[in-house]
């Protein structure tokens, strides 16, 4: 039964599919693991054992009797503490929301739900997903799987940690500028960002609904493929025969290299080989687009999530993490005219990225410039957490400012991950690609 905490979500639902493994006691092996961690508490905001062991039963009940969902009913998964779930406390990491219990579960838990899989519960985040370290001292700081003295990264930061140590199959977390991305890079997780609008935000807490979007973290590209279509109540596409032969790829010389830290540079470097070795054709281009999308983001994503939160924000700042009451108030900082400009601007580096790009397949880079930060540092110094907090979401931040679709890879450095974007709307020829590169950097 412990090597059922280690499989993938897709390997444990063929066990099921074929009689090996019994869906009860899958849960049960799960729920006895978060109950005996030691870190539990700074994972599970709430275990949701009650729900968990219904729906395993049913799972069960329906693999006896040949009636089974989907690949993935009866596998037991966690989610961010900012999809509603009726009857249970949703509070997005945020005392702001303490004791906000939604009445219904949102669309795409509902969707999970109906293909059979099993919650777990709901875990820590960054504030109401305002922070790319995972840092929260308002609730609860989850660990990084590779360094204890570390942050996990965010703001999925327990959706991460709880795959990263065996207290879940798989996690479904949200990405706005990184928020999947990163802390599935530092605890070594496949992490896909799905293309903005591909899945149904519906009874989601919000950052920046412009840029909001929803991914699974998790252990394979496979999962991913597997988990995203359950959420969006589609087929899964067939990963089969996937090749990186003949296949372009496109390194930014532009921004994305600039400041990297030692470590993710040269696993970066080493996982670039791979890929060359397995066929891939890939080229450094310089595409000031990138560049530009990120000097016009200020007014975008911060004077957004303000605008959102405000009211609540303003009724009780008290009740906030310093640094993430800081970033939310920037927002203030910029008019109409401001927010306007800057979208007009950004439109029109989207534009040129998409002419710029066109002729690859993906555009590869480090998921993140930084190892985890040190945690005690990062609560005595104000000037390190900003510096490193920025840095951290840098490069990903690009995709969601670009409306791109990206995915990222463990290789073989702990906590440096590779990441492979593409154009919008181009999820399923994403997840081919991954699925190719996973195996030329396994």
């Known amino acids: 039964m412990q090597d059922w905490l280690t499989m ?47 729906e ?46 939604p009445e219904h579960d949102a669309l795409v838990v509902q969707n999970a739900t109906a293909a059979g899989l099993v919650c777990l519960g709901k875990v820590h985040m960054s504030e109401i997903a305002f922070s790319g370290l995972g ?95 359950v959420l969006e109540g589609s087929k899964a596409p067939d990963l089969r025969g996937a090749s990186l032969k003949g296949r372009r790829f496109a390194i930014l010389e532009t921004v994305m290299l600039d400041g990297i830290r030692d470590a993710p540079k040269s696993s970066f470097i ?3 080989a791979k890929l060359e070795a397995a066929g891939a054709v890939i080229e450094t281009i310089t595409v000031q687009a990138a560049q530009d999308a990120l000097d016009v983001s200020g007014p975008l994503i911060t004077a957004e999530a303000y605008g959102l939160w405000r009211d609540v924000i303003e009724a009780a700042p008290e009740k906030m993490y310093a640094e993430i009451l800081r970033r939310f108030r920037l927002g203030a900082e910029y008019s109409g005219p401001d927010y306007v400009s800057a979208w007009a601007k950004l439109d029109a580096a989207r534009a040129a990225y998409d002419a710029a790009t066109a002729g690859y397949d993906a ?47 463990p290789t073989a450095t702990p906590s440096c ?19 190719a590169a996973e195996a030329a950097l396994a």
């Open 8 to 54: 993938t979500a897709a390997d444990l639902g063929r066990g099921i599919g074929a009689g090996r493994i019994d869906p009860v006691a899958l849960c049960e092996a799960y729920l006895t693991a978060i109950e005996a961690h030691p870190l539990r508490d700074r994972i599970y905001a709430r275990v949701t054992a009650a729900r968990a062991r219904s």
């Open 363 to 409: 555009i590869l880079a480090p998921t993140a410039p930084v190892l985890p930060p040190n945690l005690e540092r990062l609560n005595s110094d104000h000037d390190y957490y900003v510096t490193e907090n920025l840095l951290a979401l840098r490069n990903t931040r690009i995709g969601n400012l670009l409306g791109l679709c990206a995915l990222t890879l």
């Open 135 to 229: 840092y929260n001292p308002s609730t609860a700081t989850p660990p990084c799987v590779n360094d204890a003295d570390a942050v996990p990264g965010g703001s999925s930061s327990g959706s991460a940690a709880s795959v990263a140590f065996g207290l879940a199959a798989a996690s479904i977390g949200s990405d706005t500028g990184g928020s999947v991305r990163i802390p599935s890079a530092w605890n070594d997780l496949v992490g896909l960002k799905t293309t903005h609008g591909r899945l149904s935000l519906e009874g989601v807490v919000p950052l920046a609904l412009k840029f909001d979007t929803i991914g699974p973290l998790c252990r394979s590209v496979e999962d991913a493929a597997l988990l995203t279509a």
């Open 270 to 272: 080493q996982a670039v």
């Open 417 to 435: 991950g590779l990441m492979l974007m593409c154009a919008p709307d181009l999820d399923t020829g994403l997840l081919r690609l991954g699925a």
């Open 56 to 101: 395993a039963a049913a799972a069960a009940k329906r693999a006896q009797s040949g009636q089974r969902l989907s690949l993935l009913d009866g596998v037991p998964i966690s989610w961010k503490d900012l999809y509603d779930t009726a009857g249970i406390g949703t509070e997005a990491g945020s005392r702001l929301l303490a004791g906000r219990v």
